[in-house]
């Protein structure tokens, strides 16, 4: 069985700073396409940002482009998201995911974000 564990969620105040980061147990991270959601009550699951496997392609949200980095590191089976100039509209529970090409799909426990003054 695979282990995504989430942490680094928490409160601050608009215009700050949170780094998530996901760490896997029981696989390796090296071949997955790895990537951040985040959900908030009574709305859908949505793409936050997305990196391929070696790192060289990424992807972002219109909603968090120019504020968020993600960033993976394979030797430390660990994918990061830095979420800088947060906003309110930032609050919500974030995941991580591990997918891989003809493979179940990996989601992580979730992390709360609060963006509040």
């Known amino acids: 069985q695979v282990r995504l564990v989430v942490s680094g969620g928490g409160l601050v105040q608009p215009g700050g700073s949170l780094r998530l980061s996901c760490t896997a147990f029981?696989?390796?991270?090296?071949?997955?396409?790895l990537s951040w959601h985040r959900q908030a009550p009574g709305e859908g699951r949505v793409l936050v940002a997305t990196?391929?496997?070696?790192?060289?392609?990424?992807n972002y949200s219109d909603s968090v482009n120019g504020r968020f980095t993600i960033s993976r590191d394979n030797a430390k089976n660990a994918v990061y998201l830095q979420m800088n100039s947060l906003k309110p509209e930032d609050t919500d529970l974030y995941y991580c995911?591990?997918?891989?090409?003809?493979?179940?799909?990996?989601w992580g426990q979730g992390t709360q974000v609060t963006v509040t003054s």
């Open positions: 029981g696989s390796s991270f090296s071949p997955y396409i």
């Open positions: 990196i391929s496997p070696t790192g060289e392609n990424i």
């Open positions: 995911k591990a997918n891989r090409r003809g493979r179940p799909v990996y």
